[in-house]
């Protein structure tokens, strides 16, 4: 299975090793060859050496069997040896019959042709952390498998158990019973991982089980998916293949900081550009899959977005930092506590929050249940309030609900902020299909060129609130406007709803 399609997204997470041979390829250098070796520092810290050999029996490799059924079809691997579709009366249609349902002639089929389901093996890596048989390795690892075996250092082989999975880190434990006693490692602080420290990768890659690369941590907090919240890898330039997935990554205390989980290759090869998951992420999730067999997050109910210096300045915030809210679910925890849009969150449980992904990873690591403060900066002035967390759902919904304000009687047309702006009517909302629950002032027209053009703001757009202020008519928008230049303000807050009723902050020149 290919890491990385050139044609594709580089960004792959590596698959399991299936059983392809590696290509072995041999540079002829002739007589230019240097005699001398290379300086101690290029090779790297002697303590490699004894980190290896201290944790190298702790590191497993994984092998599985999954079923894959067969389809009855021309394309694709269920398809192969299907019976050719040939044009009715073709010469070839007799033998071709006779050859297919007769003789069985179709790969991994039975007499009558029919296609049977087939098994196939893959390798991945794993490590134990505790001695009576509790080995982590990634989830992609494992994932279809019908049966689990871990391969010890000295080839003893020995079926396992799955204790449970955490797709959104890509992390999974296992369970085996060991036949004589076993090495278990540590995990470290990766959160002290310093950049250019050196860190040893032991896995399976290529099925050559016990190999040890070196190399640096080149990143940490490193993004790889823009859509996942948990994404904070440590990147490093050991040598990590197919089929190290799910091996750890040693510190030079031979301690795990973190697990090696994808690479970034135009090639299916390493090029350097290796990913761990950091312990720090590992530890709560490990922790969490052994006790519950599976991962629960906590939940604070309200949609976030980021604090851009533009709306810092409408907010006197400075720096920027933070994350802004934009919805308060109804029947989320946010709510009860007081917790409104337009409220910046800068601190949550004592941990800092310098954007809104860092509340996402704080808030799905802390436990259900626990009562928390939240230090936010609401108009200006820091406040804090206190939110005991529910539990995230996959499939639960995120909702913004907004005090309901009257509609004006008399919608009135008005220009503002390159807007044309008027009240919500019966007949507006009919044209632009808004929510009845949507109450604020209606844009009919945006025009070319202006701020609020470039910030994607477009007819059927309602303005709720005006720098942090509920808005009934246009004539409002207009008078708040104009109140912000007068003091010299640059910009403007918008709270803006679609149809739907989602919620989103827009900061707008008001020069």
């Known amino acids: 299975m290919s890491i990385a399609r050139p044609s594709l997204s580089p960004v792959s997470r590596r698959a399991p090793y299936s059983g392809l041979r590696p290509l072995l390829t041999a540079l002829c250098l002739g007589a230019a060859v240097a005699t001398f070796s290379a300086p101690a520092a290029a090779r790297g810290p002697d303590g490699i ?3 290896a050999e201290k944790v190298i029996d702790s590191v497993v490799n994984i092998s599985t069997t999954s079923t894959i059924e067969a389809k009855n079809s021309d394309k694709g691997e269920g398809g192969r040896g299907a019976m050719p ?18 003789r069985g002639g179709r790969p991994g089929g039975d007499k009558n042709g029919g296609l049977q389901p087939r098994k196939t093996n893959s390798l991945g890596s794993g490590f134990i952390i505790d001695t009576s048989g509790v ?29 449970g999975v955490d797709k959104k880190t890509d992390l999974a434990v296992l369970k085996f019973t060991p036949v004589k006693p076993v090495v278990a490692v ?34 940490r907090n490193r ?6 919240p948990y994404d904070s890898y440590i990147q490093t330039d050991a040598s990590i293949n197919r089929g190290n997935s799910g091996g750890p990554l040693f510190n030079l205390e031979g301690e795990v900081v973190g697990v090696n989980t994808l690479i970034i290759s135009p090639t299916g090869g390493s090029i350097g550009l290796g990913f761990a998951v ?44 933070g994350a802004l809210i934009a919805g308060v679910d109804d029947k989320g925890p946010a709510k009860p506590a007081g917790l409104e849009p337009g ?115 477009a007819a059927g757009d309602v303005i709720v609130e005006v720098a942090q202020e509920a808005v009934t008519n246009a004539a409002d928008v207009k008078k708040r406007v104009d109140a912000l230049k007068k003091d010299g303000k640059k910009s403007v807050l918008l709270l803006v709803s679609n149809a739907e009723g989602e919620l989103r902050f827009v900061a707008l020149s008001v020069q």
């Open 135 to 163: 080995v982590v390795t990634n989830n992609h690892v494992i994932d279809g498998a019908d049966e689990i075996n871990v391969i010890m250092n000295d080839g003893t082989k020995i079926k396992a158990e799955l204790v």
């Open 223 to 228: 993004e790889i998916s823009n859509n996942s």
């Open 278 to 321: 950091p312990s720090k992420t590992v530890v709560g999730v490990i922790e969490q899959l052994r006790e519950y067999k599976e991962v629960r997050r906590g939940w604070l109910g309200v949609r976030i977005q980021p604090v851009t210096d533009e709306i810092a300045e409408s907010l006197n915030i400075k720096p920027a930092r």
């Open 49 to 51: 050496a004894d980190v």
């Open 85 to 102: 579709q040939l044009p009715p009366g073709s010469p070839f249609e007799e033998f071709f019959d006779d050859f297919f349902k007769n």
């Open 343 to 457: 409220d910046v969150v800068i601190k949550f449980d004592g941990r800092d929050v310098k954007e809104p992904k860092d509340l996402s990873r704080i808030v799905a690591g802390t436990a259900v249940g626990k009562a928390v403060n939240v230090l936010i900066i609401r108009k200006g002035k820091e406040e804090t309030k206190q939110v005991t967390l529910g539990r995230l759902e996959d499939d639960k919904p995120v909702q913004a609900s907004i005090k309901a304000t009257p509609e004006a009687e008399k919608p009135a047309t008005q220009k503002a902020l390159g807007l044309d702006l008027t009240g919500l009517s019966k007949d507006l909302r009919s044209k632009y299909k808004i929510k009845d629950s949507v109450k604020g002032v209606i844009v009919t027209g945006v025009d070319a060129g202006s701020d609020a053009a470039e910030k994607r703001l």
């Open 186 to 219: 540590k995990f470290g602080d990766s959160e002290k991982l310093r950049l250019g420290e050196w860190v040893i990768a032991i896995g399976n890659p290529f099925s050559l089980g016990g190999s040890v690369t070196a190399g640096i941590v080149s990143a």
